[in-house]
Nanobody
Framework: QVQLVESGGGLVQAGGSLRLSCAAS????????MGWFRQAPGKEREFVAA????????NYADSVKDRFTISRDNAKNTVYLQMNSLKPEDTAVYYC??????????????????WGQGTQVTVSS
């Protein structure tokens, strides 16, 4: 069992940056693939990024590639999402998620096993 708690959301102007953090409980954190999804009002939850247990492999949605960076610190049981050059269309609730499988290519919410409560990111134009 893994419990996830996100933090770091807020209001930022377009072009600005935010860093989201996700603190995980459980001794087996380092064995999970971690990811971030987001959900805007009236839209489905969509994949943002994923990182392998070692941090050696990552995957990003095309819409955030070259602007967002996912990373993890297994010693701190924490995964991060550094978001740069933010756009109004990045506005959403961002969710941290974990899955037991090793692939970072899974982009469907149903493929992930554990979820945080979400943190709001609002980008003003």
């Amino acid at each position: 069992q893994v419990q996830l708690v996100e933090s770091g959301g807020g209001l930022v102007q377009a072009g600005g940056s935010l860093r989201l953090s996700c603190a995980a409980s459980g001794r087996t954190f380092s064995s999970y693939t971690m990811g971030w999804f987001r959900q805007a009002p009236g839209k489905e939850r969509e994949f943002v990024a994923a990182i392998s247990w070692s941090g050696g492999s990552t995957n990003y949605a095309d819409s955030v590639k070259d602007r967002f960076t996912i990373s993890r610190d297994n010693a701190k049981n924490t995964v991060y999402l550094q978001m740069n050059s933010l756009k109004p269309e990045d506005t959403a609730v961002y969710y941290c998620t974990a899955r037991k499988g090793s692939s970072v290519r899974r982009q469907v919410a149903g493929d992930y096993d554990y979820w945080g409560q979400g943190t709001q990111v609002t980008v003003s134009s």
